[in-house]
């Protein structure tokens, strides 16, 4: 693998993987604790109209993401709040018209989209050196917006009732929460790609919360657990060359059942001798 850091795109997927570790700690934890995992996903898939728009405008799809993840974000935030719709079934209209859009734009666009399979399924190869300094930009986003608001969002995670009482703004903060969602899936679409952006969002945080109670440890053990996975994702797929995203996320999963067994086989003989 040392051999291998001579080569600019393996410099760059090694800053990408850290970069998006960071957010996927951070974010993820919130994702984990406030149970909006399924609102995720759909923040993900509607995406996709974004890479859409980008190839249609003819620039890079990820600047063509931001916009329209943060859109899909606050769309879906202030719909399950305002209306009587089902979450599930606003996150199933905002997935499906993301993803539609996302399919007509590609479709109006002349020629063939290059790259289009990374961007669904995700190769941390092809991050170019502009893509890491975006997301550079956007960790800064997400740390400052987290350090200045940690003790408002843990309110909102644990209780939302009681932030209410306190004078918090909980709908106004609620959206600035799926808006740095949002912003994290960006960082992953070009890592494991928007079809398995989730499993990236989740796993390091749940394995963390099995830990912890926590939230700032959460954090930091999730941190940990994405820089591990994904450098270890990412040299299994060097060695084996294998898809880099699949072989992330499956890595991270069979981590999260090593885990969860060790904790189960750890509480059974914890109850045996009391």
Known sequence: MIEALQYEFIRNALLAAILASIACGIIGTYVVVKRI?????GIAHAAFGGIGLGYFLGINPVLGVI?????????????????????????????????????????????????LFSYLFGNILTVPFSDVILMLILDFIIIVSVSLLYKEFLALSFDEEFAEISGIKVTILYL??????????????????????????????????????????????SIFFGVLFTLCGLWFSYLFDMASGATIILFSGCAFGISSTYKSITKRLHNTRM
Do not use: C, H, N
């Not at 995992?37 to 996903?41: A, D, E, K, M, T």
């Not at 796993?203 to 830990?211: D, E, G, S």
């Open 37 to 41: 995992v399924f609102i995720s996903g």
């Open 176 to 221: 600035f929460l799926l808006s740095l969602v949002a912003i994290t899936v960006v960082m992953l679409v070009r890592i494991v790609g928007i079809i398995l952006v989730i499993a990236l969002l989740t796993i390091p945080a749940a394995i963390a919360k099995q830990y912890t109670d926590s939230l700032r440890k959460m954090m930091f053990l």
């Open 67 to 115: 916009p329209f993840s943060i859109a899909s974000a606050l769309g879906i935030g202030l719909v399950s709040r305002k209306s009587k719709l089902p979450e599930d079934t606003t996150i199933g209209i905002f997935w499906s018209m993301g993803m539609a859009l996302g399919v007509i734009f590609i479709g109006l666009t002349p020629g063939y989209a290059p790259d």
